[in-house]
């Protein structure tokens, strides 16, 4: 057992006197470091050198460098606590992220870009940190990047790992990269031209964020040959072959929506959002940009104002603007070029 209090920090890999190696990949500041003797603590994968130094570029986030505020408010910072340190020979790599172990949109883009930039390296890995739940999405991707579920450890609260060769990519930058479409959809779905669609995505079993009006929604998007999509219990690659066929998206926001990744250029996507100011409504607004997306959004009233804990009430005037951008579908969806 040892008493750890850490109260220093680094601003990044290239700080830190113990990083021996650095990886460039993308020339926006990300890529992978190795730290001698590294130390892993939290189930949020925050990382130290051995002298007990928070490297703050590969333990945060730009979610939660906002948040925070300061470096020296950073969580990792602020505990005095007793761990039971765990010493592990070989390589050992950090992909995990905040929120990573429930959520897709983070899987997606911060664990699975974290997997990528480590295995561009090319370096042998012996054994994996990754946050995840044993859900099916997350246990379907590491099976399809060839990570064996034997070599990944869970990090927890009590986690203190210090490892022979800690192997630790940067977050993705913000706002999103345009390289992060390029390298996530072909892990999941390979370019192909078949009959377009028109898909609806609902969240009538979802907690929150449903439409409560969902019937007179669904007797306008009839008249356009809509398909309704439940996207609970399909795999990754189900779902990701329904946004590339797509040619017209309709959902409420949520985190289905992080398959906009693997749609082609020039469809349309009409997005249902609440009318009053909310800090997630741009989420998918960089993506759109950078697939080419016609993004249209859909302000609608909401039955409850409680941070993400609200449906969705559709005016006439909100089923007016849908009508309206449906009856301009036409012509032909603009293939982009394999990655």
């Known amino acids: 057992m040892i008493f750890w209090r850490p109260r220093k920090w680094t601003a990044s890999l290239k700080s830190s006197q113990f990083v021996g190696k650095i990886s460039n990949a993308y020339g926006d500041g990300s890529g992978v470091g190795i730290v001698e003797n590294g ?33 020296r408010h950073h969580p990792a910072l602020q505990k005095v606590a007793i761990f039971k340190k765990r010493l592990l020979k070989g390589n050992v790599a950090v992909a ?12 997606m883009f ?18 994996w940190i990754i946050n995840h739940n044993h859900l099916e999405f997350q246990l379907e991707t590491l099976h399809i990047l060839g990570i064996d579920i034997s070599t990944v450890i869970v990090p927890t609260s009590k986690t203190l790992i210090q490892a022979e060769k800690l192997i630790v990519p940067t977050y993705i930058s913000h706002p999103l990269p345009a390289w992060i479409p390029n390298i996530v959809a072909p892990i999941y779905c390979q370019c192909t031209d078949p009959p377009k669609k028109r898909i609806y995505i609902s969240r009538a079993k979802a907690s929150n964020r449903h439409i409560e009006n ?10 356009h040959d809509f398909e309704t999509v439940f996207l609970e219990g399909l795999s990754v690659r189900r779902q990701a072959e329904l946004f590339q066929n ?32 909310w800090n997630n409504s741009h989420f ?7 697939n080419e997306i016609d993004r249209q959004p859909i302000l609608a009233t909401t039955s409850e104002q409680l941070e993400n804990n609200f449906n969705f009430i559709l005016s006439q ?8 951008a449906l ?8 293939n982009h070029e394999c990655p």
């Open 39 to 71: 130390i892993v603590t939290h189930q949020n994968g925050y990382i130290f050198s051995p002298d007990r130094t928070l490297i703050l570029d590969v333990s945060t986030n730009h979610v939660m460098l906002e948040r925070i505020g300061s470096p």
């Open 96 to 107: 995990t992220a905040i929120s990573a172990n429930h959520n897709y949109y983070h899987w």
């Open 327 to 334: 009856a301009r579908l036409g012509g032909e969806v603009r």
């Open 214 to 223: 969902e019937e007179e929604l669904l007797i306008v998007l009839k008249k």
């Open 317 to 324: 005037e909100n089923l007016k603007s849908i009508t309206t």
């Open 284 to 290: 998918f607004e960089r993506l759109s940009e950078i």
């Open 246 to 277: 797509a040619e017209a998206i309709i959902a409420s926001h949520g985190a289905g929506l992080t398959n906009l990744i693997f749609c082609k250029s020039g469809i349309l996507l009409l997005e249902i959002l609440p009318s009053f100011p």
């Open 110 to 127: 911060d664990v699975v870009s974290r997997i990528h930039l480590i295995q561009q390296t090319g370096m042998h890995v012996d054994t």
